[in-house]
């Protein structure tokens, strides 16, 4: 997929931002809430924004919204451990997987599905980064072994890569469906489609 124009871009990273503030405050959501979109937003940021100070840009609005969470919000501060900067590289792989896929992104099935395995990947791989972390270096467990770090990585793990790719699905639908009613603008309807 070609780079987005600059008014394009902007108005998606605005969106995104958005959407991050708006979720990221109940992190596994409610009735009223939607989960925290987070890290499909890291992976949709490398995607389609792809400017590495964009990146920045998020991780500190992540930073600002968990302090603001803690400090004004009553959210439980549980953990916000030395293993926080751990968030640094589990957030880079969502974002780096979707710049490194950006390039391949075509309205299609298969472009379509390709971005959503590599969106699987980065879920997966950015999890187990943050939540190994917590787990071995966050100190909140006394004697931390393999076994345990297991059943909790399995009891928490399925979530939120579950919530990631439904935001990634979604995303990706949208692409489709807005790349199909532009069809006649552009003049011809992308392959594979």
């Known amino acids: 997929m070609k780079p987005l ?3 394009a871009n902007l108005g998606l990273f605005v969106a995104f931002a958005t959407l991050m503030i708006a979720t990221r405050f109940h992190h596994f959501g409610t009735v009223i ?14 995607l389609y924004l792809r400017k590495h100070w964009q990146f920045a ?3 500190g609005l992540a930073v600002v919204i968990d302090w603001i969470a803690i400090d004004y919000a009553g959210v439980s501060d549980f953990c916000v ?5 751990f968030l640094l590289p589990a957030y880079a792989v969502l974002w780096y997987g979707g710049r490194l896929y950006a390039d391949r992104l075509q309205v299609g099935w298969a472009p379509m599905l390709g971005a959503a395995g590599v969106g699987l990947v980065s879920a997966s791989l950015s999890f187990a980064i943050s939540n190994g972390a917590f787990y071995w270096l966050g100190g909140r467990y006394a004697e931390p072994h393999f076994a345990e ?5 399995w009891q928490w793990g399925p979530l939120f ?8 699905v979604v995303a990706l639908a949208v692409h489709a469906l807005v790349a199909w009613a532009l069809r ?3 003049g011809q309807w992308p392959a594979g489609v």
């Open 161 to 168: 890569v579950r919530t990631t790719m439904a935001y990634i």
């Open 184 to 186: 006649g603008r552009i």
């Open 57 to 59: 840009a998020y991780l």
């Open 149 to 153: 770090y297991l059943a909790r990585a």
């Open 33 to 46: 809430h939607l989960p925290d979109a987070s890290m499909a937003l890291f992976f949709l940021g490398g």
């Open 5 to 7: 124009t600059r008014p």
């Open 81 to 85: 451990t030395p293993a926080y900067s």
